[in-house]
């Protein structure tokens, strides 16, 4: 069981950088895979990157690779994504989620999700 908390959304111009943050309760954080999803408005939930517990393998949405980076911190239950190059289309809503397998890259294979951070990129 985890309770997920995001936070570090906001509003930034195109070419910006931000970094989220994903605070996890719980003493078993460092067995979950952790991921990051993202939705914009009229669109569905889509995978952004993922890391298992060990943190030593990652995944990225192919276009997002060289932008994003996705990290975690197991001594102090939080999950990071560093955000650079910024583009108004990544404009969304940003949602951590936590789950059995950081290879699935779909929405059903996590099972706690926390409440999202709203990001706004201005051209």
């Known amino acids: 069981q985890v309770q997920l908390v995001e936070s570090g959304g906001g509003v930034v111009q195109a070419g910006g950088s931000l970094r989220l943050s994903c605070a996890a309760s719980?003493?078993?954080?460092?067995?979950?895979?952790m991921a990051w999803f993202r939705q914009a408005p009229g669109n569905e939930r889509d995978f952004v990157a993922s890391?298992?517990?060990?943190?030593?393998?990652?995944h990225y949405a192919d276009s997002l690779k060289g932008r994003f980076t996705i990290s975690r911190d197991n001594a102090e239950n939080t999950l990071y994504l560093q955000m650079n190059s910024l583009q108004p289309a990544d404009t969304a809503v940003y949602y951590c989620?936590?789950?059995?397998?950081?290879?699935?890259?779909?929405?059903?294979?996590?099972?706690?999700w926390g409440q999202g951070t709203q990001v706004t990129v201005s051209s």
């Open positions: 989620a936590a789950g059995s397998d950081a290879t699935n890259k779909r929405v059903y294979g996590y099972n706690y």
């Open positions: 719980g003493r078993t954080f460092s067995t979950y895979a």
């Open positions: 890391i298992p517990g060990s943190g030593n393998f990652v």
